[in-house]
């Protein structure tokens, strides 16, 4: 388990940027070599996870005061300013509420069930963490098919919901929990076929071999996947899919407020709401984490010149901009009705999804040259133009009229 | 173009979002406690008592006539006359209230005891900052409570306290004017009286 | 037949085990669920990283959520009321036994059918995809033409029934 120090890229001669760029992973093995050499291994992943445990949660707490207070920014009002230095040290103060409150079990809910499902949604979630590539030679557990256990942990998450809303005895959580499962898996599906057109150029399923595969630079330019045009389309089919797998805005339908209380955690308080919370922000950051590495270049640099800065510094700054984006959205969008969402998944997203698995084979049979790009290019701009229209045909408004009352 | 609308939204909650670290139109909060919002100069929380001058027993207006006691529609007011009299600010001797108390708590600041006040002595103050945590005589205000100066209702409400300082300017000259006719017209009298009755007429007017 | 495994199967027949002997309905979905991860984990522990993924993708992730769909759309949620147990359980119990009687033979001759070999063959996701584009393409074909024609299928009886409605 020793590192190996930038065996891959010829930049990093320099001991210094390679000792800072991977000052984790020296530290994780300074600290397992106090210990006999059987243990090690065990040791070592035991120490990532600890890592993961102790970071993942912590960025989270960060992320709820950014997101109140960005939010906050955009609706013309200060966030919560008041416990901390500009209101930093309010996730402490929730953490204490969420703690202190009493947890209320419905009488006739079912008490087991009720209790397994925010269990089964956070261990789902944080398993997800186990195959992100965080730095150089940073990922817990380089797995063959890396992608495919993420995806395999994000589907086990759909049952938790179902779990949450069923058990709470509920017709109001029942409901948000079918509209949710619902949602969930129409876009599943496309998250998995847009992901499918990277592994078909990278010729593998394995997350660090993607990363590696976007870390050569032409110039200076990176040769990110969202940078071509079949990576840009399926960026942001990824990205719509993602939103509607997290739950966020506009696709919240199952949690918001005014329509079904809260959704499938209605009846939930105290810390297992805490948990269901903790859920949704870690799966917002673990998809975030994917999407980075599949389409952004992972923990690869922007420009050439700019990789002296640490790699890890890049995957998570990428992932923060991920999350601002999500912030950004969410104060911008009205919320989709349920049937507009799936309209717009099964009659849209995915047959655009479709339409990019086949340019991004056009991409990868054509051959290096100016022609792929015009050619994907045109392809993939006519369909977004064709398919909006039809999808927006139904959509004429009238002038407005007025019938006042006599 | 599909998406537009969505991209232009964005661009609109951006420019929300960075202009409210520059601009104040984009940042409306007041930070209450720390900065307040001046009130309205029209603005009314509860009712306090007027008085003239330095000694606020002395030179109270209110005169216990029990009128907005009784027009009060909670009934939060609550007044006894006093047994003496004291004069006014035209110096005709009047009752005044030995207790006037009224209940904040459960006063609803719909300002009938100040319209219907004949003497301009009870005005509606703007403190609203009256919070205790003495539930049972904490918001119960008593006459000394109530009774602020008439230069503190100029400093809340300049325009009504000048317009009700004039009006009782006018009525405090309209009665010196009428006592100095009066004394005048007695002082003649008295003085064409002695006079021959066919020159009745020099003096009387 | 390391301590793991045993752990595993355990944990795969006590899911099984209370799929059938629990009343709720929605108990029993989420018993057969377990019954499917351990499933899935036995997979991986066999280092058959895509079955394992695949399985917990497919089973806990779709057809899990596909059962309870059903029984909640359904009546199924009532609670029966003769009980569990049905009044031809011993015919049962021997139609399960000759049905894993023949399994068992099949694969205990499969196994004697194989030669030994001293290392186990590493089978690799790009190992699966050639496999099925190269020697299997024709039932990867007859699958997908089977899954048009049941989402199309789908897809008819969702319209018959707006068209019936309206």
Not at chain 1, 310 to 332: A, D, N, Q, Y
Not at chain 3, 84 to 90: E, N
């Amino acid at each position: 388990m020793v590192a190996t120090l930038g065996s891959a890229n010829s930049f990093f001669v320099n001991p210094l940027f390679s000792n800072f760029d991977q000052i984790f992973v020296l530290l994780r093995d300074w600290l397992v070599g106090f210990l006999p050499a059987g243990l090690q291994p065990a040791a070592g992943v035991l120490l990532g996870v600890i890592a993961i445990v102790c970071v993942f949660p912590g960025l989270f707490a960060l992320t709820t005061v950014f997101e109140r207070k960005g939010l906050g920014r955009i609706q013309n009002r200060l966030g919560p300013n008041r416990v901390g230095p500009y209101g930093l040290f309010q996730p402490i103060a929730d953490g204490i509420k969420s703690l202190t409150k009493e947890d209320i079990v419905p009488l006739s809910a079912n008490a087991v069930v009720h209790f397994l499902a925010p269990l089964a949604l956070v261990v789902t979630v944080f398993m997800g963490f186990a195959v992100l590539p965080m730095g150089r030679n940073m990922v817990l557990v380089d797995m063959d098919s890396g992608l495919l256990f993420f995806f395999a942990m994000g589907a086990a998450t759909e049952l938790s919901v179902f779990m949450a809303g069923w058990s709470s005895r509920n017709k109001y959580s029942l409901l948000g929990a079918m509209r949710a499962v619902a949602q969930m898996i129409s876009y599943e599906v496309v998250l998995l076929l847009s992901s499918v057109s990277v592994v078909m150029i990278t010729g593998s399923l394995s997350l660090p071999k993607i990363v590696a595969a976007q870390n050569t630079y032409s110039g200076i330019l990176p040769h990110w996947y969202i940078f071509t045009p079949w990576g840009l389309a399926g960026f942001l089919m990824y990205a719509i899919a993602a939103t509607a797998e997290t739950n966020r805005s506009p696709f919240d339908l199952p949690e918001g407020e005014s329509e079904l209380v809260a959704g499938y955690h209605t009846e939930y308080s105290g810390f297992k709401f805490a948990l269901f919370f903790l859920g949704e922000y870690l799966a917002m950051f673990s998809i975030s984490g994917l999407g980075t590495t599949l389409f952004l270049g992972g923990w690869s640099a922007p420009l050439s010149f700019l990789q002296f800065i640490p790699s890890w510094f890049w995957f998570f700054g990428k992932v923060m901009m991920s999350i601002f984006v999500f912030i950004w959205m969410r104060g911008t969008l009205p919320r989709l009705r349920q049937d507009q969402l799936m309209n717009f998944a099964w009659k849209f997203v995915l047959p655009y999804t479709l339409l990019n698995l086949l340019v991004t084979a056009l991409w990868r049979f054509m051959g290096e040259g100016w022609q792929r790009w015009v050619v994907c290019t045109i392809i993939l701009a006519a369909a977004y133009i064709f398919m909006g229209r039809l999808g927006m045909r139904g959509e004429h408004f009238g002038r407005r009229s007025y019938r006042y009352a006599e | 173009m599909l998406g537009d609308g969505i991209l232009k939204g964005m661009a609109e909650t951006a420019r929300n979002f960075f202009g409210s670290y520059v601009s104040k139109e984009r940042l409306t909060t007041v930070e209450y406690p720390e900065h307040r919002i001046p009130t309205a100069e029209n603005a009314r929380v509860f009712p306090f008592l007027v008085y003239d001058g330095a000694d606020w027993e002395a030179g109270m207006r209110c005169v216990a006539c029990q009128i907005c006691e009784k027009e009060c529609p909670p009934k939060c007011i609550y007044i006894e006359k006093s047994a003496d009299k004291k004069p006014d600010y035209v110096g005709k001797p009047q009752f005044y209230p030995a207790r006037f108390d009224i209940d904040i708590s459960v006063c609803m600041s719909c300002q009938i005891c100040v319209e219907v006040c004949p003497f301009e002595a009870i005005k509606m103050d703007t403190q609203f900052e009256l919070a205790t945590d003495d539930r049972f005589g904490g918001l119960l205000e008593d006459r000394e409570k109530l009774a602020r100066s008439n230069e503190y209702y100029h400093s809340i409400h300049p325009t009504e306290a000048a317009e009700v300082d004039s009006r009782l300017a006018e009525e405090k000259a309209k009665v010196e004017a009428k006592a100095k006719a009066t004394a005048e017209a007695a002082a003649a009298k008295a003085a064409a009286a002695p006079a021959v009755p066919p020159a009745k007429t020099e003096g009387g007017k | 037949m390391t301590p793991i495994f045993y752990l595993l199967a355990a944990v795969t027949l006590a899911g099984g085990l209370a799929a059938v002997l629990l009343k709720h309905l929605v108990h029993s979905a989420l018993a057969v669920t377990v019954a499917f991860a351990g499933l899935a984990l036995l997979f991986l522990q066999l280092d058959a990283q895509f079955a394992g993924f695949a399985q917990i993708l497919v089973y806990i992730g779709a057809v899990a959520i596909l059962i309870v769909f059903a029984i909640l759309l359904t009546r199924g949620s009532d609670l029966p009321k003769d009980g569990v147990f049905s009044k031809t359980w011993f015919l049962g119990l021997l139609i399960a036994a000759a049905v894993f009687a023949v399994l068992g033979w099949a694969v205990l001759a499969s196994v004697s059918a194989i030669p030994q070999q001293n290392t186990l063959p590493s089978v690799t996701v790009h190992d699966i995809g050639n496999a099925l584009v190269g020697r299997y393409v024709l039932p990867l074909e007859i699958l997908a033409l089977l899954l048009t024609a049941a989402t199309i299928g789908a897809v008819i009886v969702a319209m018959h029934e707006k068209v019936r409605s309206r």
